[in-house]
């Protein structure tokens, strides 16, 4: 660790080096004299300011992840760490290190009260909403752009099913839960040289009269930015702002930047040799990174996987399961809506121990992986279809399929209340997921399709079989050798009892459809009691029949049902039966995201987070050796090291 040269001397010190410095005389720092960067507290080597962290998806499938702090006086200075900071994007931080080139390489980090010391008119990152109020914004950069605002808009909020919009998709992977409204607005002119996106912002959000927590930057590709996509990282609980797009709005790089935003990171595949999976994975098999092609956040135009909505609090209650010990478990297909929590859409199934492989982004640090994650994917919806021929490559998808895939625990972004009611934020990113081959001597990854097929663990841990499966469901049981110990157990913490439904039953809400077909009338008597709620999803029910009354006058006509997430209705006047259920029509989202036809090869990743940032840091005059002296004197505390995890 570098230390700063004043620390550690006292009061008594400090006044001494006043009385007798020379005014040629300066501590040893580099450039010292252009450092006119937001220092503070009369340390040279210290900044202040927002913390932010960038993922860049690059064209050529590679990505790069990387750090800055923006000051108070708006200007963005690049970190370099020597172990990569868990620090979230919108915390106040002080840094302190030394200047190399432009960017500053890190000594110690410091998190900082949550008050604004950014830049003037920087928003800090924002509490996640439904509806998300996001703006594509069109840029200029001097050759014109290859979209109208017409043309552009399909893209952001159109609901036919060929636009594949991504306010569609975003609808159909949560269920409903994120809804997005946007409009295309611009085209505002920038120019540049560099690939500077942070000029680009700064220059074109003054200009911006609307509101919108969310900016996708779209401008004419260009060679001078190396990626397809770029967004800033934040968390499920406090998502960041700002994404661009290098000529590019395809399925992929729409759908995955602004996933950034929200927290989620990439969908991999890790292959292992000729085993589906090893005890030593950080040196006996290799990751691709965005390999799966079973998500956007991958390298395919498919809907999120179970870790990614279980992070993003999307599946809820018993749709996800740990299973600590034998049973066998009734698992339903991700595309369905069991939002009311009672329907199991994955498995998480612990390893005997954790293990550990490289990130991706940086090898020199550890992601931990502690368990599997098993889920049935079906086609269902806009963007879960079946490919028509088996790949050579990439991932095989051409029926129903339990996939199973490693990554660490689910750490869901959460807020505690203090003493005084101080609320403290743990905005934890999400992190990679690894897809396993069950078929490891295929170059082409696949998952578990008939029934007997089995993954086990190669540390002598838990055994998974399919036992069943059908595009409505399917029936796996998890074996240990010692039968394990506990009981399985829901996200929201109660005890499962197995196998757990055959269907989707209680859920709150639909995906829409047609309305369906009301009951008959229903004899006379007083009004019988309503039915119960039908499934909601991709086909509503009606409801069960109503409870006859005592005897009375002859019922109502025919009560109409409604589609997606029914309420069947008993006869408004029945001593008898009450009215037959209406039956919900289709529940199916008819608009997503485009991409990969069911017929291609995975689809390679165009583009991805990765334009380095050469923010101009204009050179300025160094504090006089008095000034720096004199607020040194005033220090009264040493600042402590950020504690990291």
Known sequence: MVRPWYRGMGAGTVALALATLGPGCAPSSPDTDKLDIGAVDGDPHALTGEFVTYIADKRDGTTEWWHAVRTSDGREVRLDFDTASLAATGTQVRVHGDMVGANMHV?????????????????????????????????????????????ALPYLTGQPAPDKSFAAYYNEVSYGKYQVTGSVIGPYPFSMTTCDTTGMYKAIEPMITGTYNHLIYYFTETSLCDFGGLGEEGSALKPAKR??????????VLMQEPGHNLGLMHANTIKCGTNSFSTTPATSCTITEYGSSMSTMGGGCKQFNAYERWYMSWLSGCNGVKVPANGTFNLLPLESNCS????????????????????????????????YYVEL??????????????????????????????SDNVHVPTTTTGRGGTATTNQTNSVWTELLNMNPSANAFAGLTTAGQSFVDPAGGPTITLTSISATGASVTVSYPNGGTGSPTCIDGTAL?????????????????????????????????????GTGGTTGTGGAKGTGGTTGTGGSPTVTGTGGSPTGTGGT?????????????????????????????????????????????????????????????????????????
Not at 350 to 370: G, I, M, Y
Not at 600 to 612: F, N, R
């Open 107 to 151: 000594a110690t980090m410091e998190e900082l009260p949550a008050v604004q010391i950014a830049a003037e008119g920087e928003p800090t990152t924002y509490a996640l909403t439904s509806p998300d109020s996001y703006a594509l914004v069109l840029v200029d950069l001097g050759m014109g752009v290859d979209l109208t605002a017409a043309q």
């Open 497 to 533: 009892t197995a196998p757990g439904p055959t269907s989707c039953t209680g859920s709150t809400a639909g995906t829409g459809g047609t309305t369906g077909t009301g009951g008959t009338p229903a004899t006379g008597g007083t009004t019988g009691a309503a039915g119960a709620k």
């Open 573 to 645: 006047t029945s001593a008898g039966t009450g009215g037959i259920p209406g039956t919900g029509g289709s529940g199916t989202v008819s608009s997503g995201a485009g991409g990969t036809s069911p017929d291609e090869t995975p689809a390679t990743l165009t583009g991805g987070c990765s334009c380095s940032f050469d923010a101009a840091h204009p050179a300025g005059s160094a504090p006089g050796l008095w000034l720096a002296l004199g607020g040194l004197v005033g220090l009264v505390r040493a600042r402590r090291p950020r504690k990291r995890a």
């Open 340 to 371: 009311g929590g009672s329907g199991i859409q994955v498995l998480q199934v612990p390893f005997p121990a954790t293990l550990t492989v490289s990130d991706p982004q940086s090898t020199s640090t550890a992601v931990n992986l502690n368990n």
């Open 243 to 252: 994404t661009w797009m290098n000529g590019s709005l395809s399925c992929v």
């Open 377 to 406: 994917r079906t086609a269902g919806g806009t963007f879960d279809a079946y490919a028509t021929r088996t790949p050579t490559s990439g991932v095989v998808f051409t029926a129903p399929t339990v996939f199973v895939y490693t």
